[in-house]
């Protein structure tokens, strides 16, 4: 068992985490990065981002209209300080960008364009064709193979974060070509692990998107935030799920229902197309409930419509658009409209950490999807994540980098022991385990329905009683799985069984969280309290672990400032 | 739909067990029309086979994990139509010209190194300030690399490319095409740091123009364009009068 030490580990290879891994450097040439990813880097999921990312960089722009239109969008759970920083670091990033390589689409005079977007009121969301997330990814992580400081353990599976007198020292990790077990040390930990969407049957989200990152950080003891606020975006393919951008509404597009209706009409009147993703959502859930959508092989859908745009626009500016409904769906998008519903697509809540990505815990961070800054609150608007990413990536490295010049050393003793200990866990639960005869890829998929089911757009009080319910009979049956590789060689079975204790831990805190607000706010809504209740909640919510069954919850102010709540209406 | 059935037969290898790669054949429901060769892979290690192992994450084209051999052709298995194969059994293996490490997983630490090899990031004589804003570059600027941007690291050429077969040395077909993107790049300044890795004995010299890596490419690049281009590159540098090299 190999003992690998750096001053900053990176968990998580996609844009938050590569980003932390420079900034690092960048703080202090001196610091020894290293990153570890289950897969490399360019596989990330990050990699799937298409519409763009935003930034206040346009002359009408202000940093104030920024902060005010994510704010709103949120609901009013952002923290208006964390927003504040954002809005006015998000340009340079984008700038840090395109000196990296990033080969974003441009205006006539050579400047970095932008687009319309979702609860933006004005045009800020700048975009790589629709490709942006590829793009970026791309650009960074090649940029990243300059700096000779940084180290990666590419396919190692993080299973355990090692904790020495509540301070994180490390992680334990799985390194999947061998099968071995390494502790990987450092005097701090950023996690950048990515989103959940893999808890939901419907989601755009990839195969790796398990939570894993939010689920080490809660075991360690740390609080995770405002876990009820999951957004399911409009327009995702029915079937595969596949993410169709919102820039296609962005650049012109309309939704249509069974009556060639443009429906946002009556639900979002000023905004129509480029209303939020959470209200429009909810739309198209309430056009289906009252008999407007389409019938498909795979449920009910709706109309994107993007034919009046003209083939040059779509090929200029969604020439991925036209490849996706080609490759997957069988039509050209130049001539038919292209059939969408709503699919769980991020998570706005995450591992507890502050402006700079610190959490609770001593020499522990946490940037991009697995993390809640304070960003985001209710509901996240569209090309906020990417700049997200790059903002509080580079926020959390340069804190990890200083904090690590100032820590202590890592000890071995109790590091080796816990080694160990997690190696022996793993054997015992899974490669050594006889008898079970419960198949992961069965409960996986009984606990994506219940979490479609049960925490999706809309949500009850009976429903989510139910899941919580249904969950715990699921951790129960995984007590019972089957595991048929006992290789030491890329186990995908262990893996994935290691995922799926993640996800059934996190969904619970999913569950537990939206049982316990009983209000609608943003992304958050539910059906037997429809209104939103600033008296009671204008709150973060904060799940800790106790046990499985019963988490603990807290809240906690949001932090305001200039904007003071108000109805949300568009 | 109900009753069609699809017979998938896949590589299967565990160095801690067998000797060699051995073929082993699945019967699976062909449950729907928009099933793809990923889908049966998953449906096998869900429902039948939980041993079986693969790469694949975003199932939408542009992660480039799940780059498999579909019937002897290199593929992204997530863009692979079951339909287009049935009712004839579909044969899934491993990439080749790549060492397997199980089953259909094959070991890219070879272009890992490749890739870093060909310094792919912009370099600059100087480095302009962040506070002087960004580059100024034309739509028309980023055309002239733009395909070579759009490569998606899923080894697909490699495993079509019979120079690579015969001599892994070779840098590659994606390795010359990312060289040629920031080459071409109006913002980068580093072709004469590339040369000598592209101009190099393993590097755009050793490619015989077989063109097989622009034919399998899912993201419509063009290496073979980028591998002669490139030639022409390397031998410009001895052309040109001195002044005129960067």
Known sequence: MDFESYDVLVVGGGLAGIRAAIAAVETNPRVKVGMVSKVYPMRSHTVSAEGGAAAALRPEDSYENHAFDTVKGSDYLADQDVVEAFVREAPIELIQMEHWGCPWSRDPDGKISARPFGGMTTW?????????????????????LKYPQITRHDEAFVTKLLVEDSRCVGVVALDMKTGRFDAITAKS??????????TYAFTTNGNICTGDGMSLAYRAGVGLKDMEMVQFHPTGLP???????????????????????????????????????????????TEFEEGRGFEGPHGKYLHLDVRHLGEKVIDRKLPFMRELGREFV??????????????????????DADISGATPMAGLYAAGECANVGLNGANRLGSNSLSECLVFGAAAGRAAADYSSAAKPVTANPVDAILWDEARRVEVAYLEKKGGSER???????????????????????????????????????????????SKTFNTELTSAMELDFMLEISQTIAVSALAREESRGAHARRDFPQRNDEKYLKHSLVFSRDAAKPRLEYRDVHIENFKPQARTY | MADKRITIQTTRYDPDKDEKPRLQSYEIPFYDDSMVVLDALNYIKSNVDGS???????????????GMMVNGTPKLSCSAFVRDYWPRPILVEPLNNFPVIRDLVIDMDDFMHKLKSIKPWIIRKQEIPLGAGEHRQTNEQIDDFRQFSECINCMLCYAACPVYGLNNEFLGPAAIALARRYNLDSRDQGLKQRLPVIADNEGVWECSFVGECSVVCPKGVDPAKAIQQSKLDTTM?????????D
Not at chain 1, 447 to 464: I, N, S, W, Y
């Open chain 2, 237 to 245: 540098r001895f052309v040109l009068p001195y002044g005129n090299r």
């Open chain 1, 239 to 285: 079937f595969t799920g596949i993410l169709i951008t919102e820039a296609v509404r962005g650049e012109g597009g309309y939704l249509l229902n069974n009556e060639g209706e443009r429906f946002l009409k009556r639900y979002v009147p000023n905004k129509m197309e480029l209303g939020p993703r959470d209200i429009i959502s909810r739309a198209m859930m």
């Open chain 2, 52 to 66: 079986l192992s693969y790469r694949w994450s975003c199932r939408m084209g542009i992660c480039g994990s799940c």
């Open chain 1, 189 to 198: 930990v950023i996690l950048a692990t990515g989103g959940l969407g893999r």
């Open chain 1, 330 to 351: 069988g039509i050209d998008i130049v001539k038919e409209p292209i059939p969408v519903r709503p699919v769980q697509h991020y998570m706005m809540g995450g591992i």
């Open chain 1, 124 to 144: 800020r969301t700048c975009f790589a064709a629709d490709k942006t997330g590829f793009h970026m990814l791309h650009a960074v992580f090649q940029t990243s």
């Open chain 1, 440 to 486: 992961i890829g069965a409960i996986r998929e009984e606990m994506q329905h219940e979490m479609d089911a049960g925490a999706g757009v809309f949500r009850t009080k009976e429903g989510l009683q139910k899941l919580i319910e249904r969950l715990g009979g699921l951790r129960e049956r995984f007590g019972r799985i089957k595991i048929e590789d006992t």
